[in-house]
């Protein structure tokens, strides 16, 4: 039998998803499941989107330009306007969800062998795609202690070789909610600029910022211009991530130019989807008021209850809508399988995505998870109180293991 | 300034697109265009489709399953048992358009530097996502003067090494046209077991074969079981290019498995065109049949008109809805740009794809275009006249010029 590629095989299973299989267990044992694990919003999407889908005119669905409609490419350049950042149309290329910016971007500046720098945790499918196109990440590692904050720059600088491409952030950050202030944008910027690398930015959060902070995008770095590529998505935005519309964004010619042969090999990006995405744009200012006011909420309620679980340990997070919290547990990864499989409190139980999945690193976050605070705060109150019976119960049953194997030796 | 990637450099502009620039010129100055370059069928979408994200009631547009919605999947499983093709849901992975279908097929089969040996003309776009895969096509020439009819199959296994993972075929051809018949099938598929590679059929002009001919499918046959992976698409079926709805057929479990992995890095396939793609599939036999004639009639017309004008040459295509025509000219890249930019009746033009992009061979089929009919009889005899009156004028230029340049030498 003909086998698959080595690359194939060192792709990692999603760390979001494969728990799936013993969730859908607990749902077949009459199970309700708190769906902590996932970052799909429960907001509705802009009214704007889903009426100009219901009310297209189209009788043949056709092909779009390769680099996305025009016409939603300029309301974009508008958007971005509206956000200090000053671009024209021709500097978006518009993607098959960020996903698709990031494949492309990955494809546009590295090679087998290459390196990107990525602070971690970060998002699981950076890794992903790095294997897809068989290039290396190098962590630097950020730390709860310091709310997931950007590590001191000689940590990356030290990192450089000339096989360093890129260094990669996810600003705010998807898992650790961290926003990265002005000053740590600047310290980025510059050490690209001294090193020649690129700094992609991953900006699909930028609206979500919570106490009155701003966010700073590698794109208002005007001496960045030769070295920004940001990638967006409307997923999270306009809670639509089953769009899977998103886009690229550089001044750099060189890098537009190469990721546009890549976007007219696959043809283009989806046409209804787009149709939602060009509408998403009209969607009053309260829609995003009302959205960030919901979910700064909801982060309030969550940190708030999780700090009163005894041993759990929590960065506030200051953005995105996710926060990575240290649990009493010597493996996240078992503790979260167990509350599926072996626990519930009547009938309900939760399901946390182990944060290990979001470390290169061997050995690192392995007590931590990630929360995805996108449920009601009824809901995310539930969800925590489980959590909390659940972390005293599988505590108790994990020190009497121990106990027993510390006998046993 | 930071460079792009070497992969990136050497991915190839679209030979269907690259004329673009030319054609908006062409518009700019006034001249309407019939266009015969692109695969952009001009058939109406199925109402049923059309209708179903009319009528759409989501109010949160949310991931779907990454391999696509389950019920989806169900009716993709009857679909292919009306072709004669046995095969569960699980043995489908719905992608982001037949493009993503072969991206994941060479991600999952193949490593950088492997190779995979295709028979050309090929669709361009096989060697955009070779390159993409930093892999290598190694092409087997077909010869218009055998309708480009499957090549001695020793043709294939002299070029068979420890690095070919594949051999790809596109079944109905684009650009070709040609039908490979069941006895070609078996050759291809007793050469993959021989050799223990893979078999890939990009199938997505499954039902576009003519005079009653019956497409025959890998799929079919089961001794292939591991070695079978069919690529297939929704857009030229149902005139759905803008869904980028696609799949990924296969019976090895550790293919799909790990394609499954990079479904999952991508999140998953669109929502909008997935209700539209699962709802086109109850679209009337009718519509296939009345489609099918519909393009019998149009590739009649166009073969039948071309081959009055004198010096060009076609194969008769018994599939898809593309052909090859050779033309009594030296360069047909040339003078494909020549129609746009220097010529017109009555402020009229065409556009054609030249054939060069569709080789990897350097030097093979310079003066060969591809022919997509796409439009209806009227304006397709138009189009004709015009590209004939264009040869007459083009050639008799092109000797002059020859003549002027051997008087010179």
Redesign the interface.
Known sequence: ?????????A????PI?KLAPFAEKAVREGKHIYHLN?G??????PTE??EA????K???????H?AGFESFRDKLAGYYAKHDITISSDDILVT??G??AL?FTM??????G?EIIVPEPFYA?YY??ST?S?ITVVPVISKIEDDFALPPIKNFEKLITPKT??ILICNPGNPTGYLYSKDEIKQLAALAIKH???LISDEVYREFVYDGSEHYSILQETELD??AIVVDSVSKRY??????IGCLVSK?K??ME??M??A??????????QI?SEAALEAPDSYYTDTIDKYKERRNTLVQELRQIPGVKVAMPKGAFYCIAQLPVSNADHFAKWLLDDFDVDKQTVMVAPASGFYSSANVGLNQVRIAYVLNRRDLKKAVHILKLGLEKYTLQESTVTTQSTLLT
């Open positions: 039998m003909p086998v698959v590629s080595r690359k194939g095989k792709m990692p299973e999603s998803r996932i799909q919003p429960d907001i509705k999407t989107a889903m889908v219901r009310n297209h189209l009788e043949v669905l056709a092909y779009s390769s098959t969800g996903s698709e494949i494809g546009s500046i590295t090679d087998p290459d499918n992903s795609f897809q068989t491409k890129a020649d690398v690129f030769d070295h809670s639509m991530c089953g769009a899977r750099n060189s890098v190469t990721a042969k890549f007219q090999a696959r043809l283009s990006p989806p046409t209804f989807a939602a």
